[in-house]
């Protein structure tokens, strides 16, 4: 069963994939040479949630740093578990991961 919190993310994200015109964005991917953007897809609420997520693992980011090419860091999948619940329920969520899969035409 899922807690409180991830289940509202999943209806939310269920809401948002059903408003979403699937052909006309493939379309747009297509055309744009396989680029698109949707502004403001995602729910300002669910946007917000993540960034307070992001802000609880800042600390504990893992970073890694190549001389002349980039920066970077990662959090480990445990602390995402216990610290950052709706980001791993975004992550997970079977319906955008077969949106993205429908629109480029691969599985992902």
């Known amino acids: ?28 991917y297509w055309d ?21 997520e992001v802000e609880r693992v800042r600390p504990q980011i893992n970073r890694n740093f190549i001389p002349g090419h980039k920066k970077g860091g990662s959090v480990s999948f445990y602390l995402l578990q216990q610290s950052a619940p709706a980001i791993l329920a975004f992550y997970r969520h079977q319906g955008w991961i077969n949106l993205l899969s429908q629109i480029a035409g691969v599985p992902l």
Request: no cysteine.
């Open 1 to 28: 069963m899922l807690n409180p919190a991830v289940y509202d993310i999943d209806q939310q994200l269920n809401e948002t994939l059903q408003r979403l015109d699937v052909e006309e964005t493939t379309g747009h």
């Open 32 to 52: 744009q040479g396989e680029f698109v953007v949707l502004e403001h897809l995602i729910p300002t609420q669910l946007v917000q949630e993540f960034m307070r």
